[in-house]
């Protein structure tokens, strides 16, 4: 679990949950503590650590469904680009094609868009 105070050094630690954890502390942790409440986010989903917690490991088709979902989510939560005029003159200048424009960029597609941008398109 995700502990925050004043007191502590940077303001989090993470801890052990003893309730589920029983006596065991897991490494990585700064001990294992007790509490009567504690709760969850509501935008987090659980469902993943769920599994882990019933024995299920998640397999790589399983990551790559969530991904996939993920990627999906992102370009739908924007319909219009929030930077379309930039967008457009980068099209234009040669820096990019404009697909994906939500999507996720890999650091080679960032080297060429910087390379193409430095030598004017």
Do not use: F
């Not at 105070?5 to 942790?29: D, F, H, M, Y």
């Not at 397999?59 to 990627?71: A, T």
């Amino acid at each position: 679990m995700v502990e925050a105070t004043p007191k502590w050094r940077g303001g989090v630690q993470w801890s052990t949950l003893a309730n589920t954890a029983g006596t065991k502390t897991l490494p990585g942790t700064a001990g294992s503590r007790t509490w009567t409440k504690h709760g969850k986010l509501p935008w987090v989903d659980y469902a993943a650590e769920r599994e882990k917690e019933e024995g299920g490991e998640m397999s790589y088709g399983q990551w790559k469904e969530y991904m996939d979902r993920y990627r999906r989510e992102l370009r739908a939560d924007h319909d219009k680009c929030w930077a379309e005029e930039e967008l457009d003159a980068a099209v234009a200048a040669g820096i990019t094609d404009g697909k994906r424009p939500h999507d996720l960029v890999t650091r080679e597609e960032a080297a060429i868009m910087a390379m193409r941008a430095r030598a004017g398109g």
